[in-house]
């Protein structure tokens, strides 16, 4: 059975981030690897900075000193993420590297949930389980994808009302 990629986070020089992404791209690349360093992260946000009285939006890291690499981990793996240069190392404990969760993954936005890991459908009846409208029950009219939310058909002050909550808001409910 294929060992599936996870994502684990690895400790860097503060400002090498950049350069250390690309590193083990290059190194990825050279030892033809691809299939087992599948992607590496630096997650960005945008933030709007004032400067003489002008906004302008710029990127800053959202965790400066890291970067998060989805790999399948062995020694090799280990080896080539470890030994590039500016990486001081994996975070886990007595840096043994410990993937990240899902909620984690999706926190840090380095990668939306797939589509095909959600299990919902219009015409679901669901609940919602977190934020201002917790406690509603209601069918699914409608999926969006892009966007991770679905508009949910409720009863509100005795009539039938659409809400729009995210995928991680409601639960399926079982028959």
């Excluded at 990240?100 to 669901?126: F, I, P, T, W, Y």
């Amino acid at each position: 059975m294929a060992e599936e990629a996870m994502w684990y986070v690895a400790h860097t020089y503060s400002g090498y981030e950049n350069k250390v992404k690309a590193n083990i791209e290059k190194s990825v690349e050279n030892r033809g690897i691809s299939d087992l360093i599948q992607a590496v992260e630096v997650p960005m946000e945008d933030v709007i900075e004032e400067k003489n009285g002008e906004q302008k939006v710029v990127k800053r890291k959202v965790f400066p000193g890291y970067v998060v690499i989805k790999m399948i981990m062995n020694e090799d793996t280990w080896y080539v993420v470890r030994n590039t240069r500016g990486v001081t190392g994996f975070v886990g404990p007595g840096s043994k590297p410990v993937p990240l969760s899902d909620e984690e993954v999706e926190k840090m936005g380095v990668e939306q949930v797939r589509m095909a890991d959600v299990d919902l459908e219009v015409g679901d009846n669901v609940n919602v389980k977190s934020g201002p409208l917790e406690g509603f029950s209601g069918k699914i009219e409608n999926i969006n994808k892009e966007t991770r939310k679905v508009t949910v058909k409720v009863s509100m002050f005795g009539r039938e009302t659409p809400i729009e909550v995210e995928f991680g808001q409601i639960e399926k409910l079982t028959d």
